[in-house]
């Protein structure tokens, strides 16, 4: 099983990318961010709470999410692998990540972290915040802030996933097509 978790800041392309990964691997994906948009348009209890942190370009709390990524997991019995989009965030989420998919006898394979600077975030998260509607891409101040929301809690992941001779940092600034055969390369050097 192929397990891979993308990694990178709000707006480095993870979203992108794990489209071109998805077709090419035959894996499914999990993307917290779109599990908790689907979850605030239901208006369920779960979405209501993740919207409280959302809108103030905060984490949502950590039970939260592995929750929500376990029952995503336990659906779908019949996957070669999943790709993880922005998850796990924390430290504790990535341990709880490693506790969740000891459960399915399986591990995380390879971690791809794209690497794109503050200012190029913020111009493309603006940009897209012109076409999705979503209010927090849409003010500059709440993207800095999620940046460092980012530089806090998510980066010290990279040392984590170093640390098991899994983490790969790829630069995500560049043409779609070049970054993906970047990233293709390291999972297939495995």
Do not use: W
Not at 10 to 34: C, F, N, R, V, W
Not at 109 to 119: A, K, Q, R, T, Y
Not at 144 to 158: G, M
């Amino acid at each position: 099983m192929l397990n891979l978790i993308i990694f990178g800041p709000p707006g480095a392309g993870k979203g992108t990318q794990s489209e071109k990964l998805l077709s090419k691997y035959q894996l499914q994906h999990i993307s917290t961010g779109d599990l908790l948009r689907a979850e605030r348009n239901a208006g369920s209890e779960l979405g209501n709470q993740a919207n409280e942190y959302i809108a103030k370009g905060e984490l949502v709390p950590d039970a939260v999410v592995i929750g929500m990524v376990k029952n995503f997991m336990l659906s779908h019995p019949e996957a070669n692998g999943f790709i993880f989009d922005g998850f796990p965030r924390t430290t504790p989420q990535a341990d709880a990540l490693d506790v969740m998919l000891a459960d399915f006898n399986t591990g995380i394979s390879i971690v791809l972290g794209l690497e794109v600077n503050e200012d190029e975030l913020v111009k493309r998260l603006l940009l897209r915040g012109q076409n999705s509607g979503r209010a927090d891409d849409q003010d500059e101040s709440t993207i800095r802030n999620r940046f460092q929301e980012y530089q806090n809690k998510t980066l010290p992941l990279q040392g984590h996933y170093q640390g098991q001779g899994k983490y790969h940092g790829v630069m995500g600034i560049g043409e779609v097509e070049a970054i993906f055969e970047s990233l293709c390369a390291h999972i297939d050097a495995l």
